[in-house]
């Protein structure tokens, strides 16, 4: 069974710092892996996806994520933290023959000015 | 494009009551998505619609959950009747054939009294 799991409840960072959100999965063969954004109130917003190639993915607001086959980990991570990126993270995956999400229970993240 | 619209946003009803929500996904994706989002959770798919056939409702408690895609375009899930448990938020997603990451709507915050 697919499993995803992220460690910390919440990150705290102060704005300007990098920051890392992390996550670790469980899927048999090859995994599809996402990370999405969710502001209060509002749906997910896609950030970036791997399926194929480059373990180091670039997606949008400057974050990228980096695959780690042999840790089974998908980290989240910005060189330099915003106020503005303040939000709930969420970590997913699929497995290769079905697009079928499992997610997290995702991670807040909290950039002090 | 326009995104998934959702509605309503928010709705409070008491226990035993039905409810329904509506979803109109982005013109042209044949995949349909429900999820339930639990605070405190990451969302988890109740039933994903292929055009108007579903792939897969294994996790829908189909005892007092029902959902529909007659058109294969917009679609209902309705909760009848409603038990305090399913207090979350409702999130419908679409995607496209051949895309590979799912388009989120704002979703429906449900409220039992």
């Known amino acids: 069974a697919q499993s995803v799991a992220q460690p910390e409840d919440q990150v705290n960072v102060a704005e300007g710092n990098p920051l890392t959100v992390k996550c670790t999965y469980s899927?048999?063969?090859?995994?599809?892996l996402f990370w999405y954004v969710q502001y209060p109130n509002r749906g997910l917003q896609f950030l970036l996806k791997?399926?194929?190639?480059?373990?180091l993915v670039k997606g949008s607001y400057g974050f990228e994520a980096e695959f780690n086959k042999s840790q089974t980990s998908f980290h989240l991570k910005k060189p330099s933290a915003l106020v503005s990126d303040s939000a709930l993270y969420f970590c997913?995956?699929?497995?290769?023959?079905?697009?079928?999400?499992?997610f997290g229970t995702g991670t807040r993240l909290q950039v002090f000015p | 494009e326009a995104g998934v619209a959702q509605s309503p946003r928010y709705k409070i009803i008491e226990k035993r009551q039905s409810v329904a929500f509506w979803c109109n996904p982005i013109?042209?994706?044949?995949?349909l998505y429900w999820y339930q989002q639990i605070l405190g959770q990451g969302p988890k798919l109740l039933i994903q619609?292929?055009?108007?056939?579903?792939?897969?409702d294994s996790q829908l408690p189909k005892d007092r959950f029902s959902a529909e895609r007659l058109k294969g375009v917009d679609s209902t899930l309705k909760i009848q009747p409603a038990k305090l448990e399913d207090s979350a938020v409702y999130l419908c997603?679409?995607?496209?054939?051949?895309?590979?990451?799912?388009?989120f709507g704002d979703g429906t915050r449900l409220s039992i009294l």
């Open positions: 997603a679409s995607s496209s054939a051949g895309t590979e990451f799912q388009h």
């Open positions: 899927v048999s063969g090859n995994p599809y």
């Open positions: 791997y399926i194929t190639g480059d373990n």
């Open positions: 997913a995956v699929s497995a290769l023959s079905t697009d079928k999400l499992i």
């Open positions: 013109s042209g994706h044949a995949t």
């Open positions: 619609f292929q055009n108007n056939g579903v792939v897969d």
